[in-house]
Nanobody, 115 residues
Framework: QVQLVESGGGFVQAGGSLRLSCAASGRIFSRDAMGWHRQPPGKQRELVARILRDGTTTYVDSVKGRFTISRDNAINMLHLQMNSLKPEDTAVYYC?????????WGQGTQVTVSS
């Protein structure tokens, strides 16, 4: 069974930075698209950033130029570097990935940005 575990969330003031990490464990034979989603309080979950197996990245407009997604397949890690954070970035952030042909989610990590 594959597991995704996020880390790196926390409390930061507006303008600050955080780096989220997602570690994949288990028997991994193939990795396809992976991404970060977030769910702000009282709102629906949304896709923040995605990275394909070939390294192609996409971002939601609200984070373009501030967030950077990256992956290290050799050690089964996914990262999200978040700079110039804003209060509206406050949410639970979830790691998601298609691994061994199945879709997996992490448990989420809270990011809180104060004004």
């Amino acid at each position: 069974q594959v597991q995704l575990v996020e880390s790196g969330g926390g409390f930061v003031q507006a303008g600050g930075s955080l780096r989220l990490s997602c570690a994949a464990s288990g028997r991994i034979f193939s990795r396809d698209a992976m991404g970060w989603h977030r769910q702000p309080p009282g709102k629906q979950r949304e896709l923040v950033a995605r990275i394909l197996r070939d390294g192609t990245t996409t971002y939601v407009d609200s984070v373009k130029g501030r967030f950077t997604i990256s992956r290290d397949n050799a050690i089964n890690m996914l990262h999200l570097q978040m700079n110039s954070l804003k209060p509206e970035d406050t949410a639970v952030y979830y790691c998601n990935g298609v691994i061994n042909g199945a879709n997996y989610w992490g448990q989420g990590t809270q990011v809180t940005v104060s004004s």
